[in-house]
């Protein structure tokens, strides 16, 4: 989970696998984010973190452009402009001794000007008649590769979109679609809302935001294949625009024509394509596939702190006797609180019954279970409320378990160490205690609706059970 007061966070640009020619890019200063590439994906002898501004999977095509923090290309770079130049690592966060700019591939420059960094420049290749790039000192220009882990940087970021489609939707208001406006409503609570959105006519003109306070995180997870944000803009607060992210998980096709998005975008899977009137994505960004550019499109980073980086790829329930085992795992956190366990019945507020420490930050795969040892009488439905440390949170998808014992009182605790007792003590009669060889260790009914068994050995005993109506029933137990 994320800390979303803390400052001190990277942005980043992201395009996988394709060729970005760009007509104006800008690309703004840099903080910490689930888009920085992880340390085990950084090469031998790397100079820097994993904090970079701009991220290139496949191959980038520029006709101009700034990036005041760190570019990194997977595959070759090419800058053709018979007018500008290419400028990176200007900002404050691209330290002059870290690599700062990283092109796997080949490096071209046909453009007649020339390109400037402020730090360290590795290349696989020079095109023809390309000159190396200016470089302030103390930087430095070197022929290497394997600088990254492209490879395993796809998976990463195919993974990091895939956890956030697995999200549950949030327990709000479902999303309004009227026309090409989107219209998302939450509860006034200062939460992470998790929205799930088919488009009718797979175009976006604006999206509103009602009853979503300053401060909560937003993941809006739009599932159509192909989709067009045109001719309007997201109409939200900076406050909103710093937690907001747009994940396309399915989308192979995104034409931007005239639109200013207010967020961050996530589509490890599709092209992108910017035509018309100038657009501008106001937030990092990831592309999958090619962008082909023909219009202005202007990539603006803020500092963003994206919702969810809670992972939470498995909750699952199982009923074992009298008790329910709750099970679930994530595949990353950061800055995580603990998860607590929250149990009601149909007719009821929702309560909670524990709570599990969280493993606070890891981008390894984390389980945890809870025991429900006393389950309600009937429906019980389970959820998990995933808590940061700064008190933000997100729900879990729910899950339920029926113990509809009708004249069968409940056993608890089980297993015992003192005494063992039942749901519904006017129920019982008698009881009678049996060890493993089915001899009869102790009987009766106490008075203070708890059967002492302090004096018994450990291990396993048979309750036989006698109700008030006259029903026999067995349930076995473990002393401690």
């Known amino acids: ?162 956890g956030y489609e697995s999200q549950p939707a949030s327990s709000a208001p479902d999303p309004i679609v009227s026309g090409s406006t989107l219209t998302l409503t939450g509860d006034n609570t200062v939460r992470n809302y998790v929205f799930n959105v088919t488009l009718s006519t797979n175009t976006i003109t604006g999206i509103n935001f009602v009853s979503i306070p300053a401060g909560s995180g937003i993941l809006i997870n739009i599932l159509n294949s192909s989709v067009s944000l045109a001719s309007g803009g997201t109409g939200m607060v900076a406050t909103h625009k710093e937690k907001t992210l747009l994940n396309f998980p399915n989308a192979t096709a995104i034409l931007m024509n005239g639109f200013t998005l207010e967020g961050g975008i996530l589509a490890p899977n599709s092209n992108l394509s910017a035509t018309g009137s100038p657009s501008a994505i106001n937030g990092p960004v990831v592309i999958g596939r090619d962008i082909n550019q023909t219009g202005t499109l202007n990539f603006n980073n803020t500092c963003f702190s994206y919702p969810l980086p809670v992972k939470l790829t498995e909750f699952k329930l199982k009923k074992e006797g009298e008790l329910t085992n709750l099970a679930w795992k994530t595949s990353s956190e950061s800055n995580a609180d603990r998860f607590i366990i929250e149990r009601r019945n149909p007719k009821a507020s929702w309560s909670a019954i524990g709570d599990v420490a969280a493993k606070g930050t890891s981008n390894e795969a984390e389980r945890y279970t809870f025991t429900d040892r006393s389950p309600l009488n009937g429906i019980n439905l389970y959820r998990l409320k995933m808590t940061d440390l700064d008190g933000t949170y997100a729900y879990s998808s729910i899950l339920s378990t029926d113990f509809s014992f009708t004249n069968e009182p409940l056993l608890r605790p089980n297993p015992a160490t003192d005494y063992i007792t039942f749901s519904d003590w006017s129920k019982v009669a008698n009881v009678k205690v049996l060890n493993q060889k089915g001899s009869l260790v102790l009987a009766g009914k106490e008075k203070n609706q708890k059967v002492d068994i302090s004096s018994l050995a450990s291990g396993l005993y048979l309750l036989r059970i006698t109700a008030t109506d006259g029903s026999v029933s067995t349930r076995r137990f473990i002393k401690k």
């Open 1 to 162: 989970m994320k800390n979303y007061n803390n400052l001190l966070k990277r942005c980043v640009i992201v395009i996988a696998a394709g060729l970005i020619s760009l007509h104006g890019l800008s690309v703004s200063a840099q903080c910490t984010n689930d888009l920085s590439i992880p340390s085990n994906l950084l090469g031998a002898g790397f100079n820097g973190n994993g904090n970079f501004n701009v991220i290139v999977l496949g191959n980038y095509a520029a006709v101009t452009g700034i990036s005041e923090g760190r570019l990194a290309v997977g595959g070759s770079f090419t800058l053709n402009s018979p007018n500008q130049g290419f400028t990176v690592g200007v900002g404050a966060d691209a330290p002059a001794t870290s690599d700062n700019f990283i092109v796997e591939g080949t490096y071209t420059n046909t453009s007649g000007q020339e390109a400037s960094l402020k730090g360290n420049f590795f290349y696989g290749a020079l095109g023809a008649l390309t000159p190396a790039p200016t470089v302030t000192s103390p930087g430095t220009v070197t022929n290497l590769t394997g600088r990254l882990n492209f490879t395993g940087m796809r998976s990463h970021y195919d993974g990091l979109s895939a």
